[in-house]
Structure formats: structure tokens, C-alpha cells
């Protein structure tokens, strides 16, 4: 059941309490990273949730590495990770080690790979010395890398981050996006931080729940500034 890679929305619009937050959005994307922009209430964050079938179009469909997201969402949820803005609606275990193992049990390794994979995880998101410390005590930042890890310790292809970096400060917005552009999978941001996605393969801009620009930065950014002016 293997297809193109990537997400494709085909003529996707759904409709909620009579109103539209997606009217017929078409785009197949394949680029390594992509940024979705717009004003509040665009529809970027619904966009994004149904990637992953949070959200389900009340027309048209999505397909994932060209898989059908309505009809296999367990499939679909193993093959892209999934960032909250907030990190605390998904750190799931006590303690940051506990958490990063949590999540490796999906990959049916041994014990002794797992724990060479926490250590992995540990030392990319610089809490080496926070193992076994409680995540609720973490700072903001120090969480969001903890939830970047433990998403990507479940192997995903792909990477749907939603405002990741909205509750952090400057210099944890700069940390947290710099893992995000240092990934290897396909990384899909939806952000309204504009100077962390200069550096993308393509923007694609909404507004009342169409796409109205899709193109390289340095043509979106500017036009997406035009339409909040
Ligand atoms: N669970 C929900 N129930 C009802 N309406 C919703 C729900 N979630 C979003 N909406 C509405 O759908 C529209 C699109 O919202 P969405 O969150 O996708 O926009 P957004 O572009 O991500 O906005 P923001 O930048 O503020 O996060 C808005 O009108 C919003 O109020």
C-alpha cells in the first residue's frame, strides 16, 4: 500500500457549525520543508490536524505517502509525528526518560537499543543531566525538545509541527526551530513566526480557508505581509 510520498489534499473543504475553515484546498506536498501561514482562524491548524485525522474533511480527501488518511488513520499516525504548541498535551510519562522509552516501544527493539536511542535523544535535545528528573519541571523549551524527541523516537517519515514555537522565548524558538530544519524527514510547520522559515522549500499562505499564495519565501513571505498590512 505503498504510493507517492508525502501529503496530498485533494479539493479538501470541511465545514463546521455551518462555517467553512477548508474550501477545496489542493496541494501535494513533497518538498522536505514546508511552512503553512496565515492569519488566525485561516485554517491552518485544521489543515494540518488532518493530516493526521484529527480533523475530517467533509469533502475531499488526504492521502499520506499515498495512503488515505479517513481509512487508515492507525497507518497514517505511525508514518507522521505530530508537534503540539503546547508540550504538556503530550508528554504522556513522569519522568524524561520514561517518556523517551514510552515512546520507543513502538519500534520493537531490544532493550539495549532502546536505551542507546533514549541516550541519542538525550544528548540531541541537551538533557543529558535531566534524565530522570520529573518533565513537569522542565522549562518550556527543555519540553518542547523532550516532545520533539520522543515523536521522533517513534520513527516517523514525516513531521507535522502546529505553532511549535508559539510559548517559547527567542532564543528556545531559534533552538527549537533549528532541530526542526536539521531534520531528515519532510517537516510541514504552520508558524506566524515568519523570520524562523526563511530558509524552507515552500509557503504556502491561507486565508479564509483558501490557499491564496504558494511559492518559495522570499515571494510568500513578502505577499502574505502585503495581506496583513
Ligand atoms: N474545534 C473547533 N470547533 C469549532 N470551530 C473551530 C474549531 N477549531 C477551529 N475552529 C474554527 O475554524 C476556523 C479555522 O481555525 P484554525 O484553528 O484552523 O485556524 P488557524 O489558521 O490555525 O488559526 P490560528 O493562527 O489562530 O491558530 C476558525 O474560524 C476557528 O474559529
Redesign the pocket.
Known amino acids: 500500500m505503498s504510493g507517492a510520498p508525502g501529503i496530498r489534499f485533494e479539493g479538501v473543504t470541511l465545514a463546521?457549525?455551518g462555517?467553512v475553515?477548508?474550501d477545496g484546498v489542493d496541494l501535494q506536498l513533497t518538498e522536505h520543508r514546508v511552512a503553512l501561514i496565515?492569519?488566525?482562524?485561516?485554517?491552518?491548524?485544521?489543515?494540518?490536524?488532518c493530516v493526521i485525522g484529527l480533523e475530517r474533511p467533509t469533502a475531499g480527501r488526504v492521502l499520506v505517502n499515498g495512503v488515505d488518511v479517513r481509512r487508515h488513520a492507525r497507518r497514517v499516525r505511525r508514518d507522521v509525528g505530530f508537534l503540539f504548541s503546547d508540550p504538556d498535551h503530550q508528554i504522556v510519562m513522569p519522568t524524561v526518560r520514561e517518556d523517551l522509552e514510552f515512546s520507543a516501544r513502538r519500534r520493537g527493539w531490544s532493550a539495549a537499543q532502546r536505551e542507546e536511542a533514549v541516550q541519542t535523544a538525550l544528548a540531541r535535545a541537551g538533557l543529558e543531566g535531566h534524565a530522570d528528573h520529573p518533565c513537569h519541571l522542565l522549562s518550556g523549551g527543555q519540553k518542547q525538545l523532550l516532545a520533539l524527541g520522543a515523536v521522533l523516537m517513534a520513527g516517523p517519515s514525516i513531521l507535522v509541527a502546529?505553532?511549535p514555537t508559539t510559548l517559547l522565548d527567542l532564543r528556545n524558538r531559534r533552538r527549537v526551530s533549528a532541530e526542526l530544519m536539521a531534520l531528515e524527514q519532510q517537516v510541514v510547520i504552520?508558524t506566524?513566526h515568519l523570520d524562523l522559515i526563511e530558509e524552507v522549500d515552500r509557503v504556502v499562505v491561507?486565508d479564509e480557508?483558501r490557499v491564496v499564495c504558494d511559492d518559495v519565501p522570499s515571494v510568500a513571505i513578502p505577499f502574505y505581509e502585503r495581506l496583513m498590512a
Open positions: 463546521r457549525q462555517r475553515a477548508l496565515g492569519a488566525n482562524g485561516s485554517g491552518k491548524s485544521t489543515l494540518a490536524r502546529d505553532e504552520v506566524h491561507l480557508a
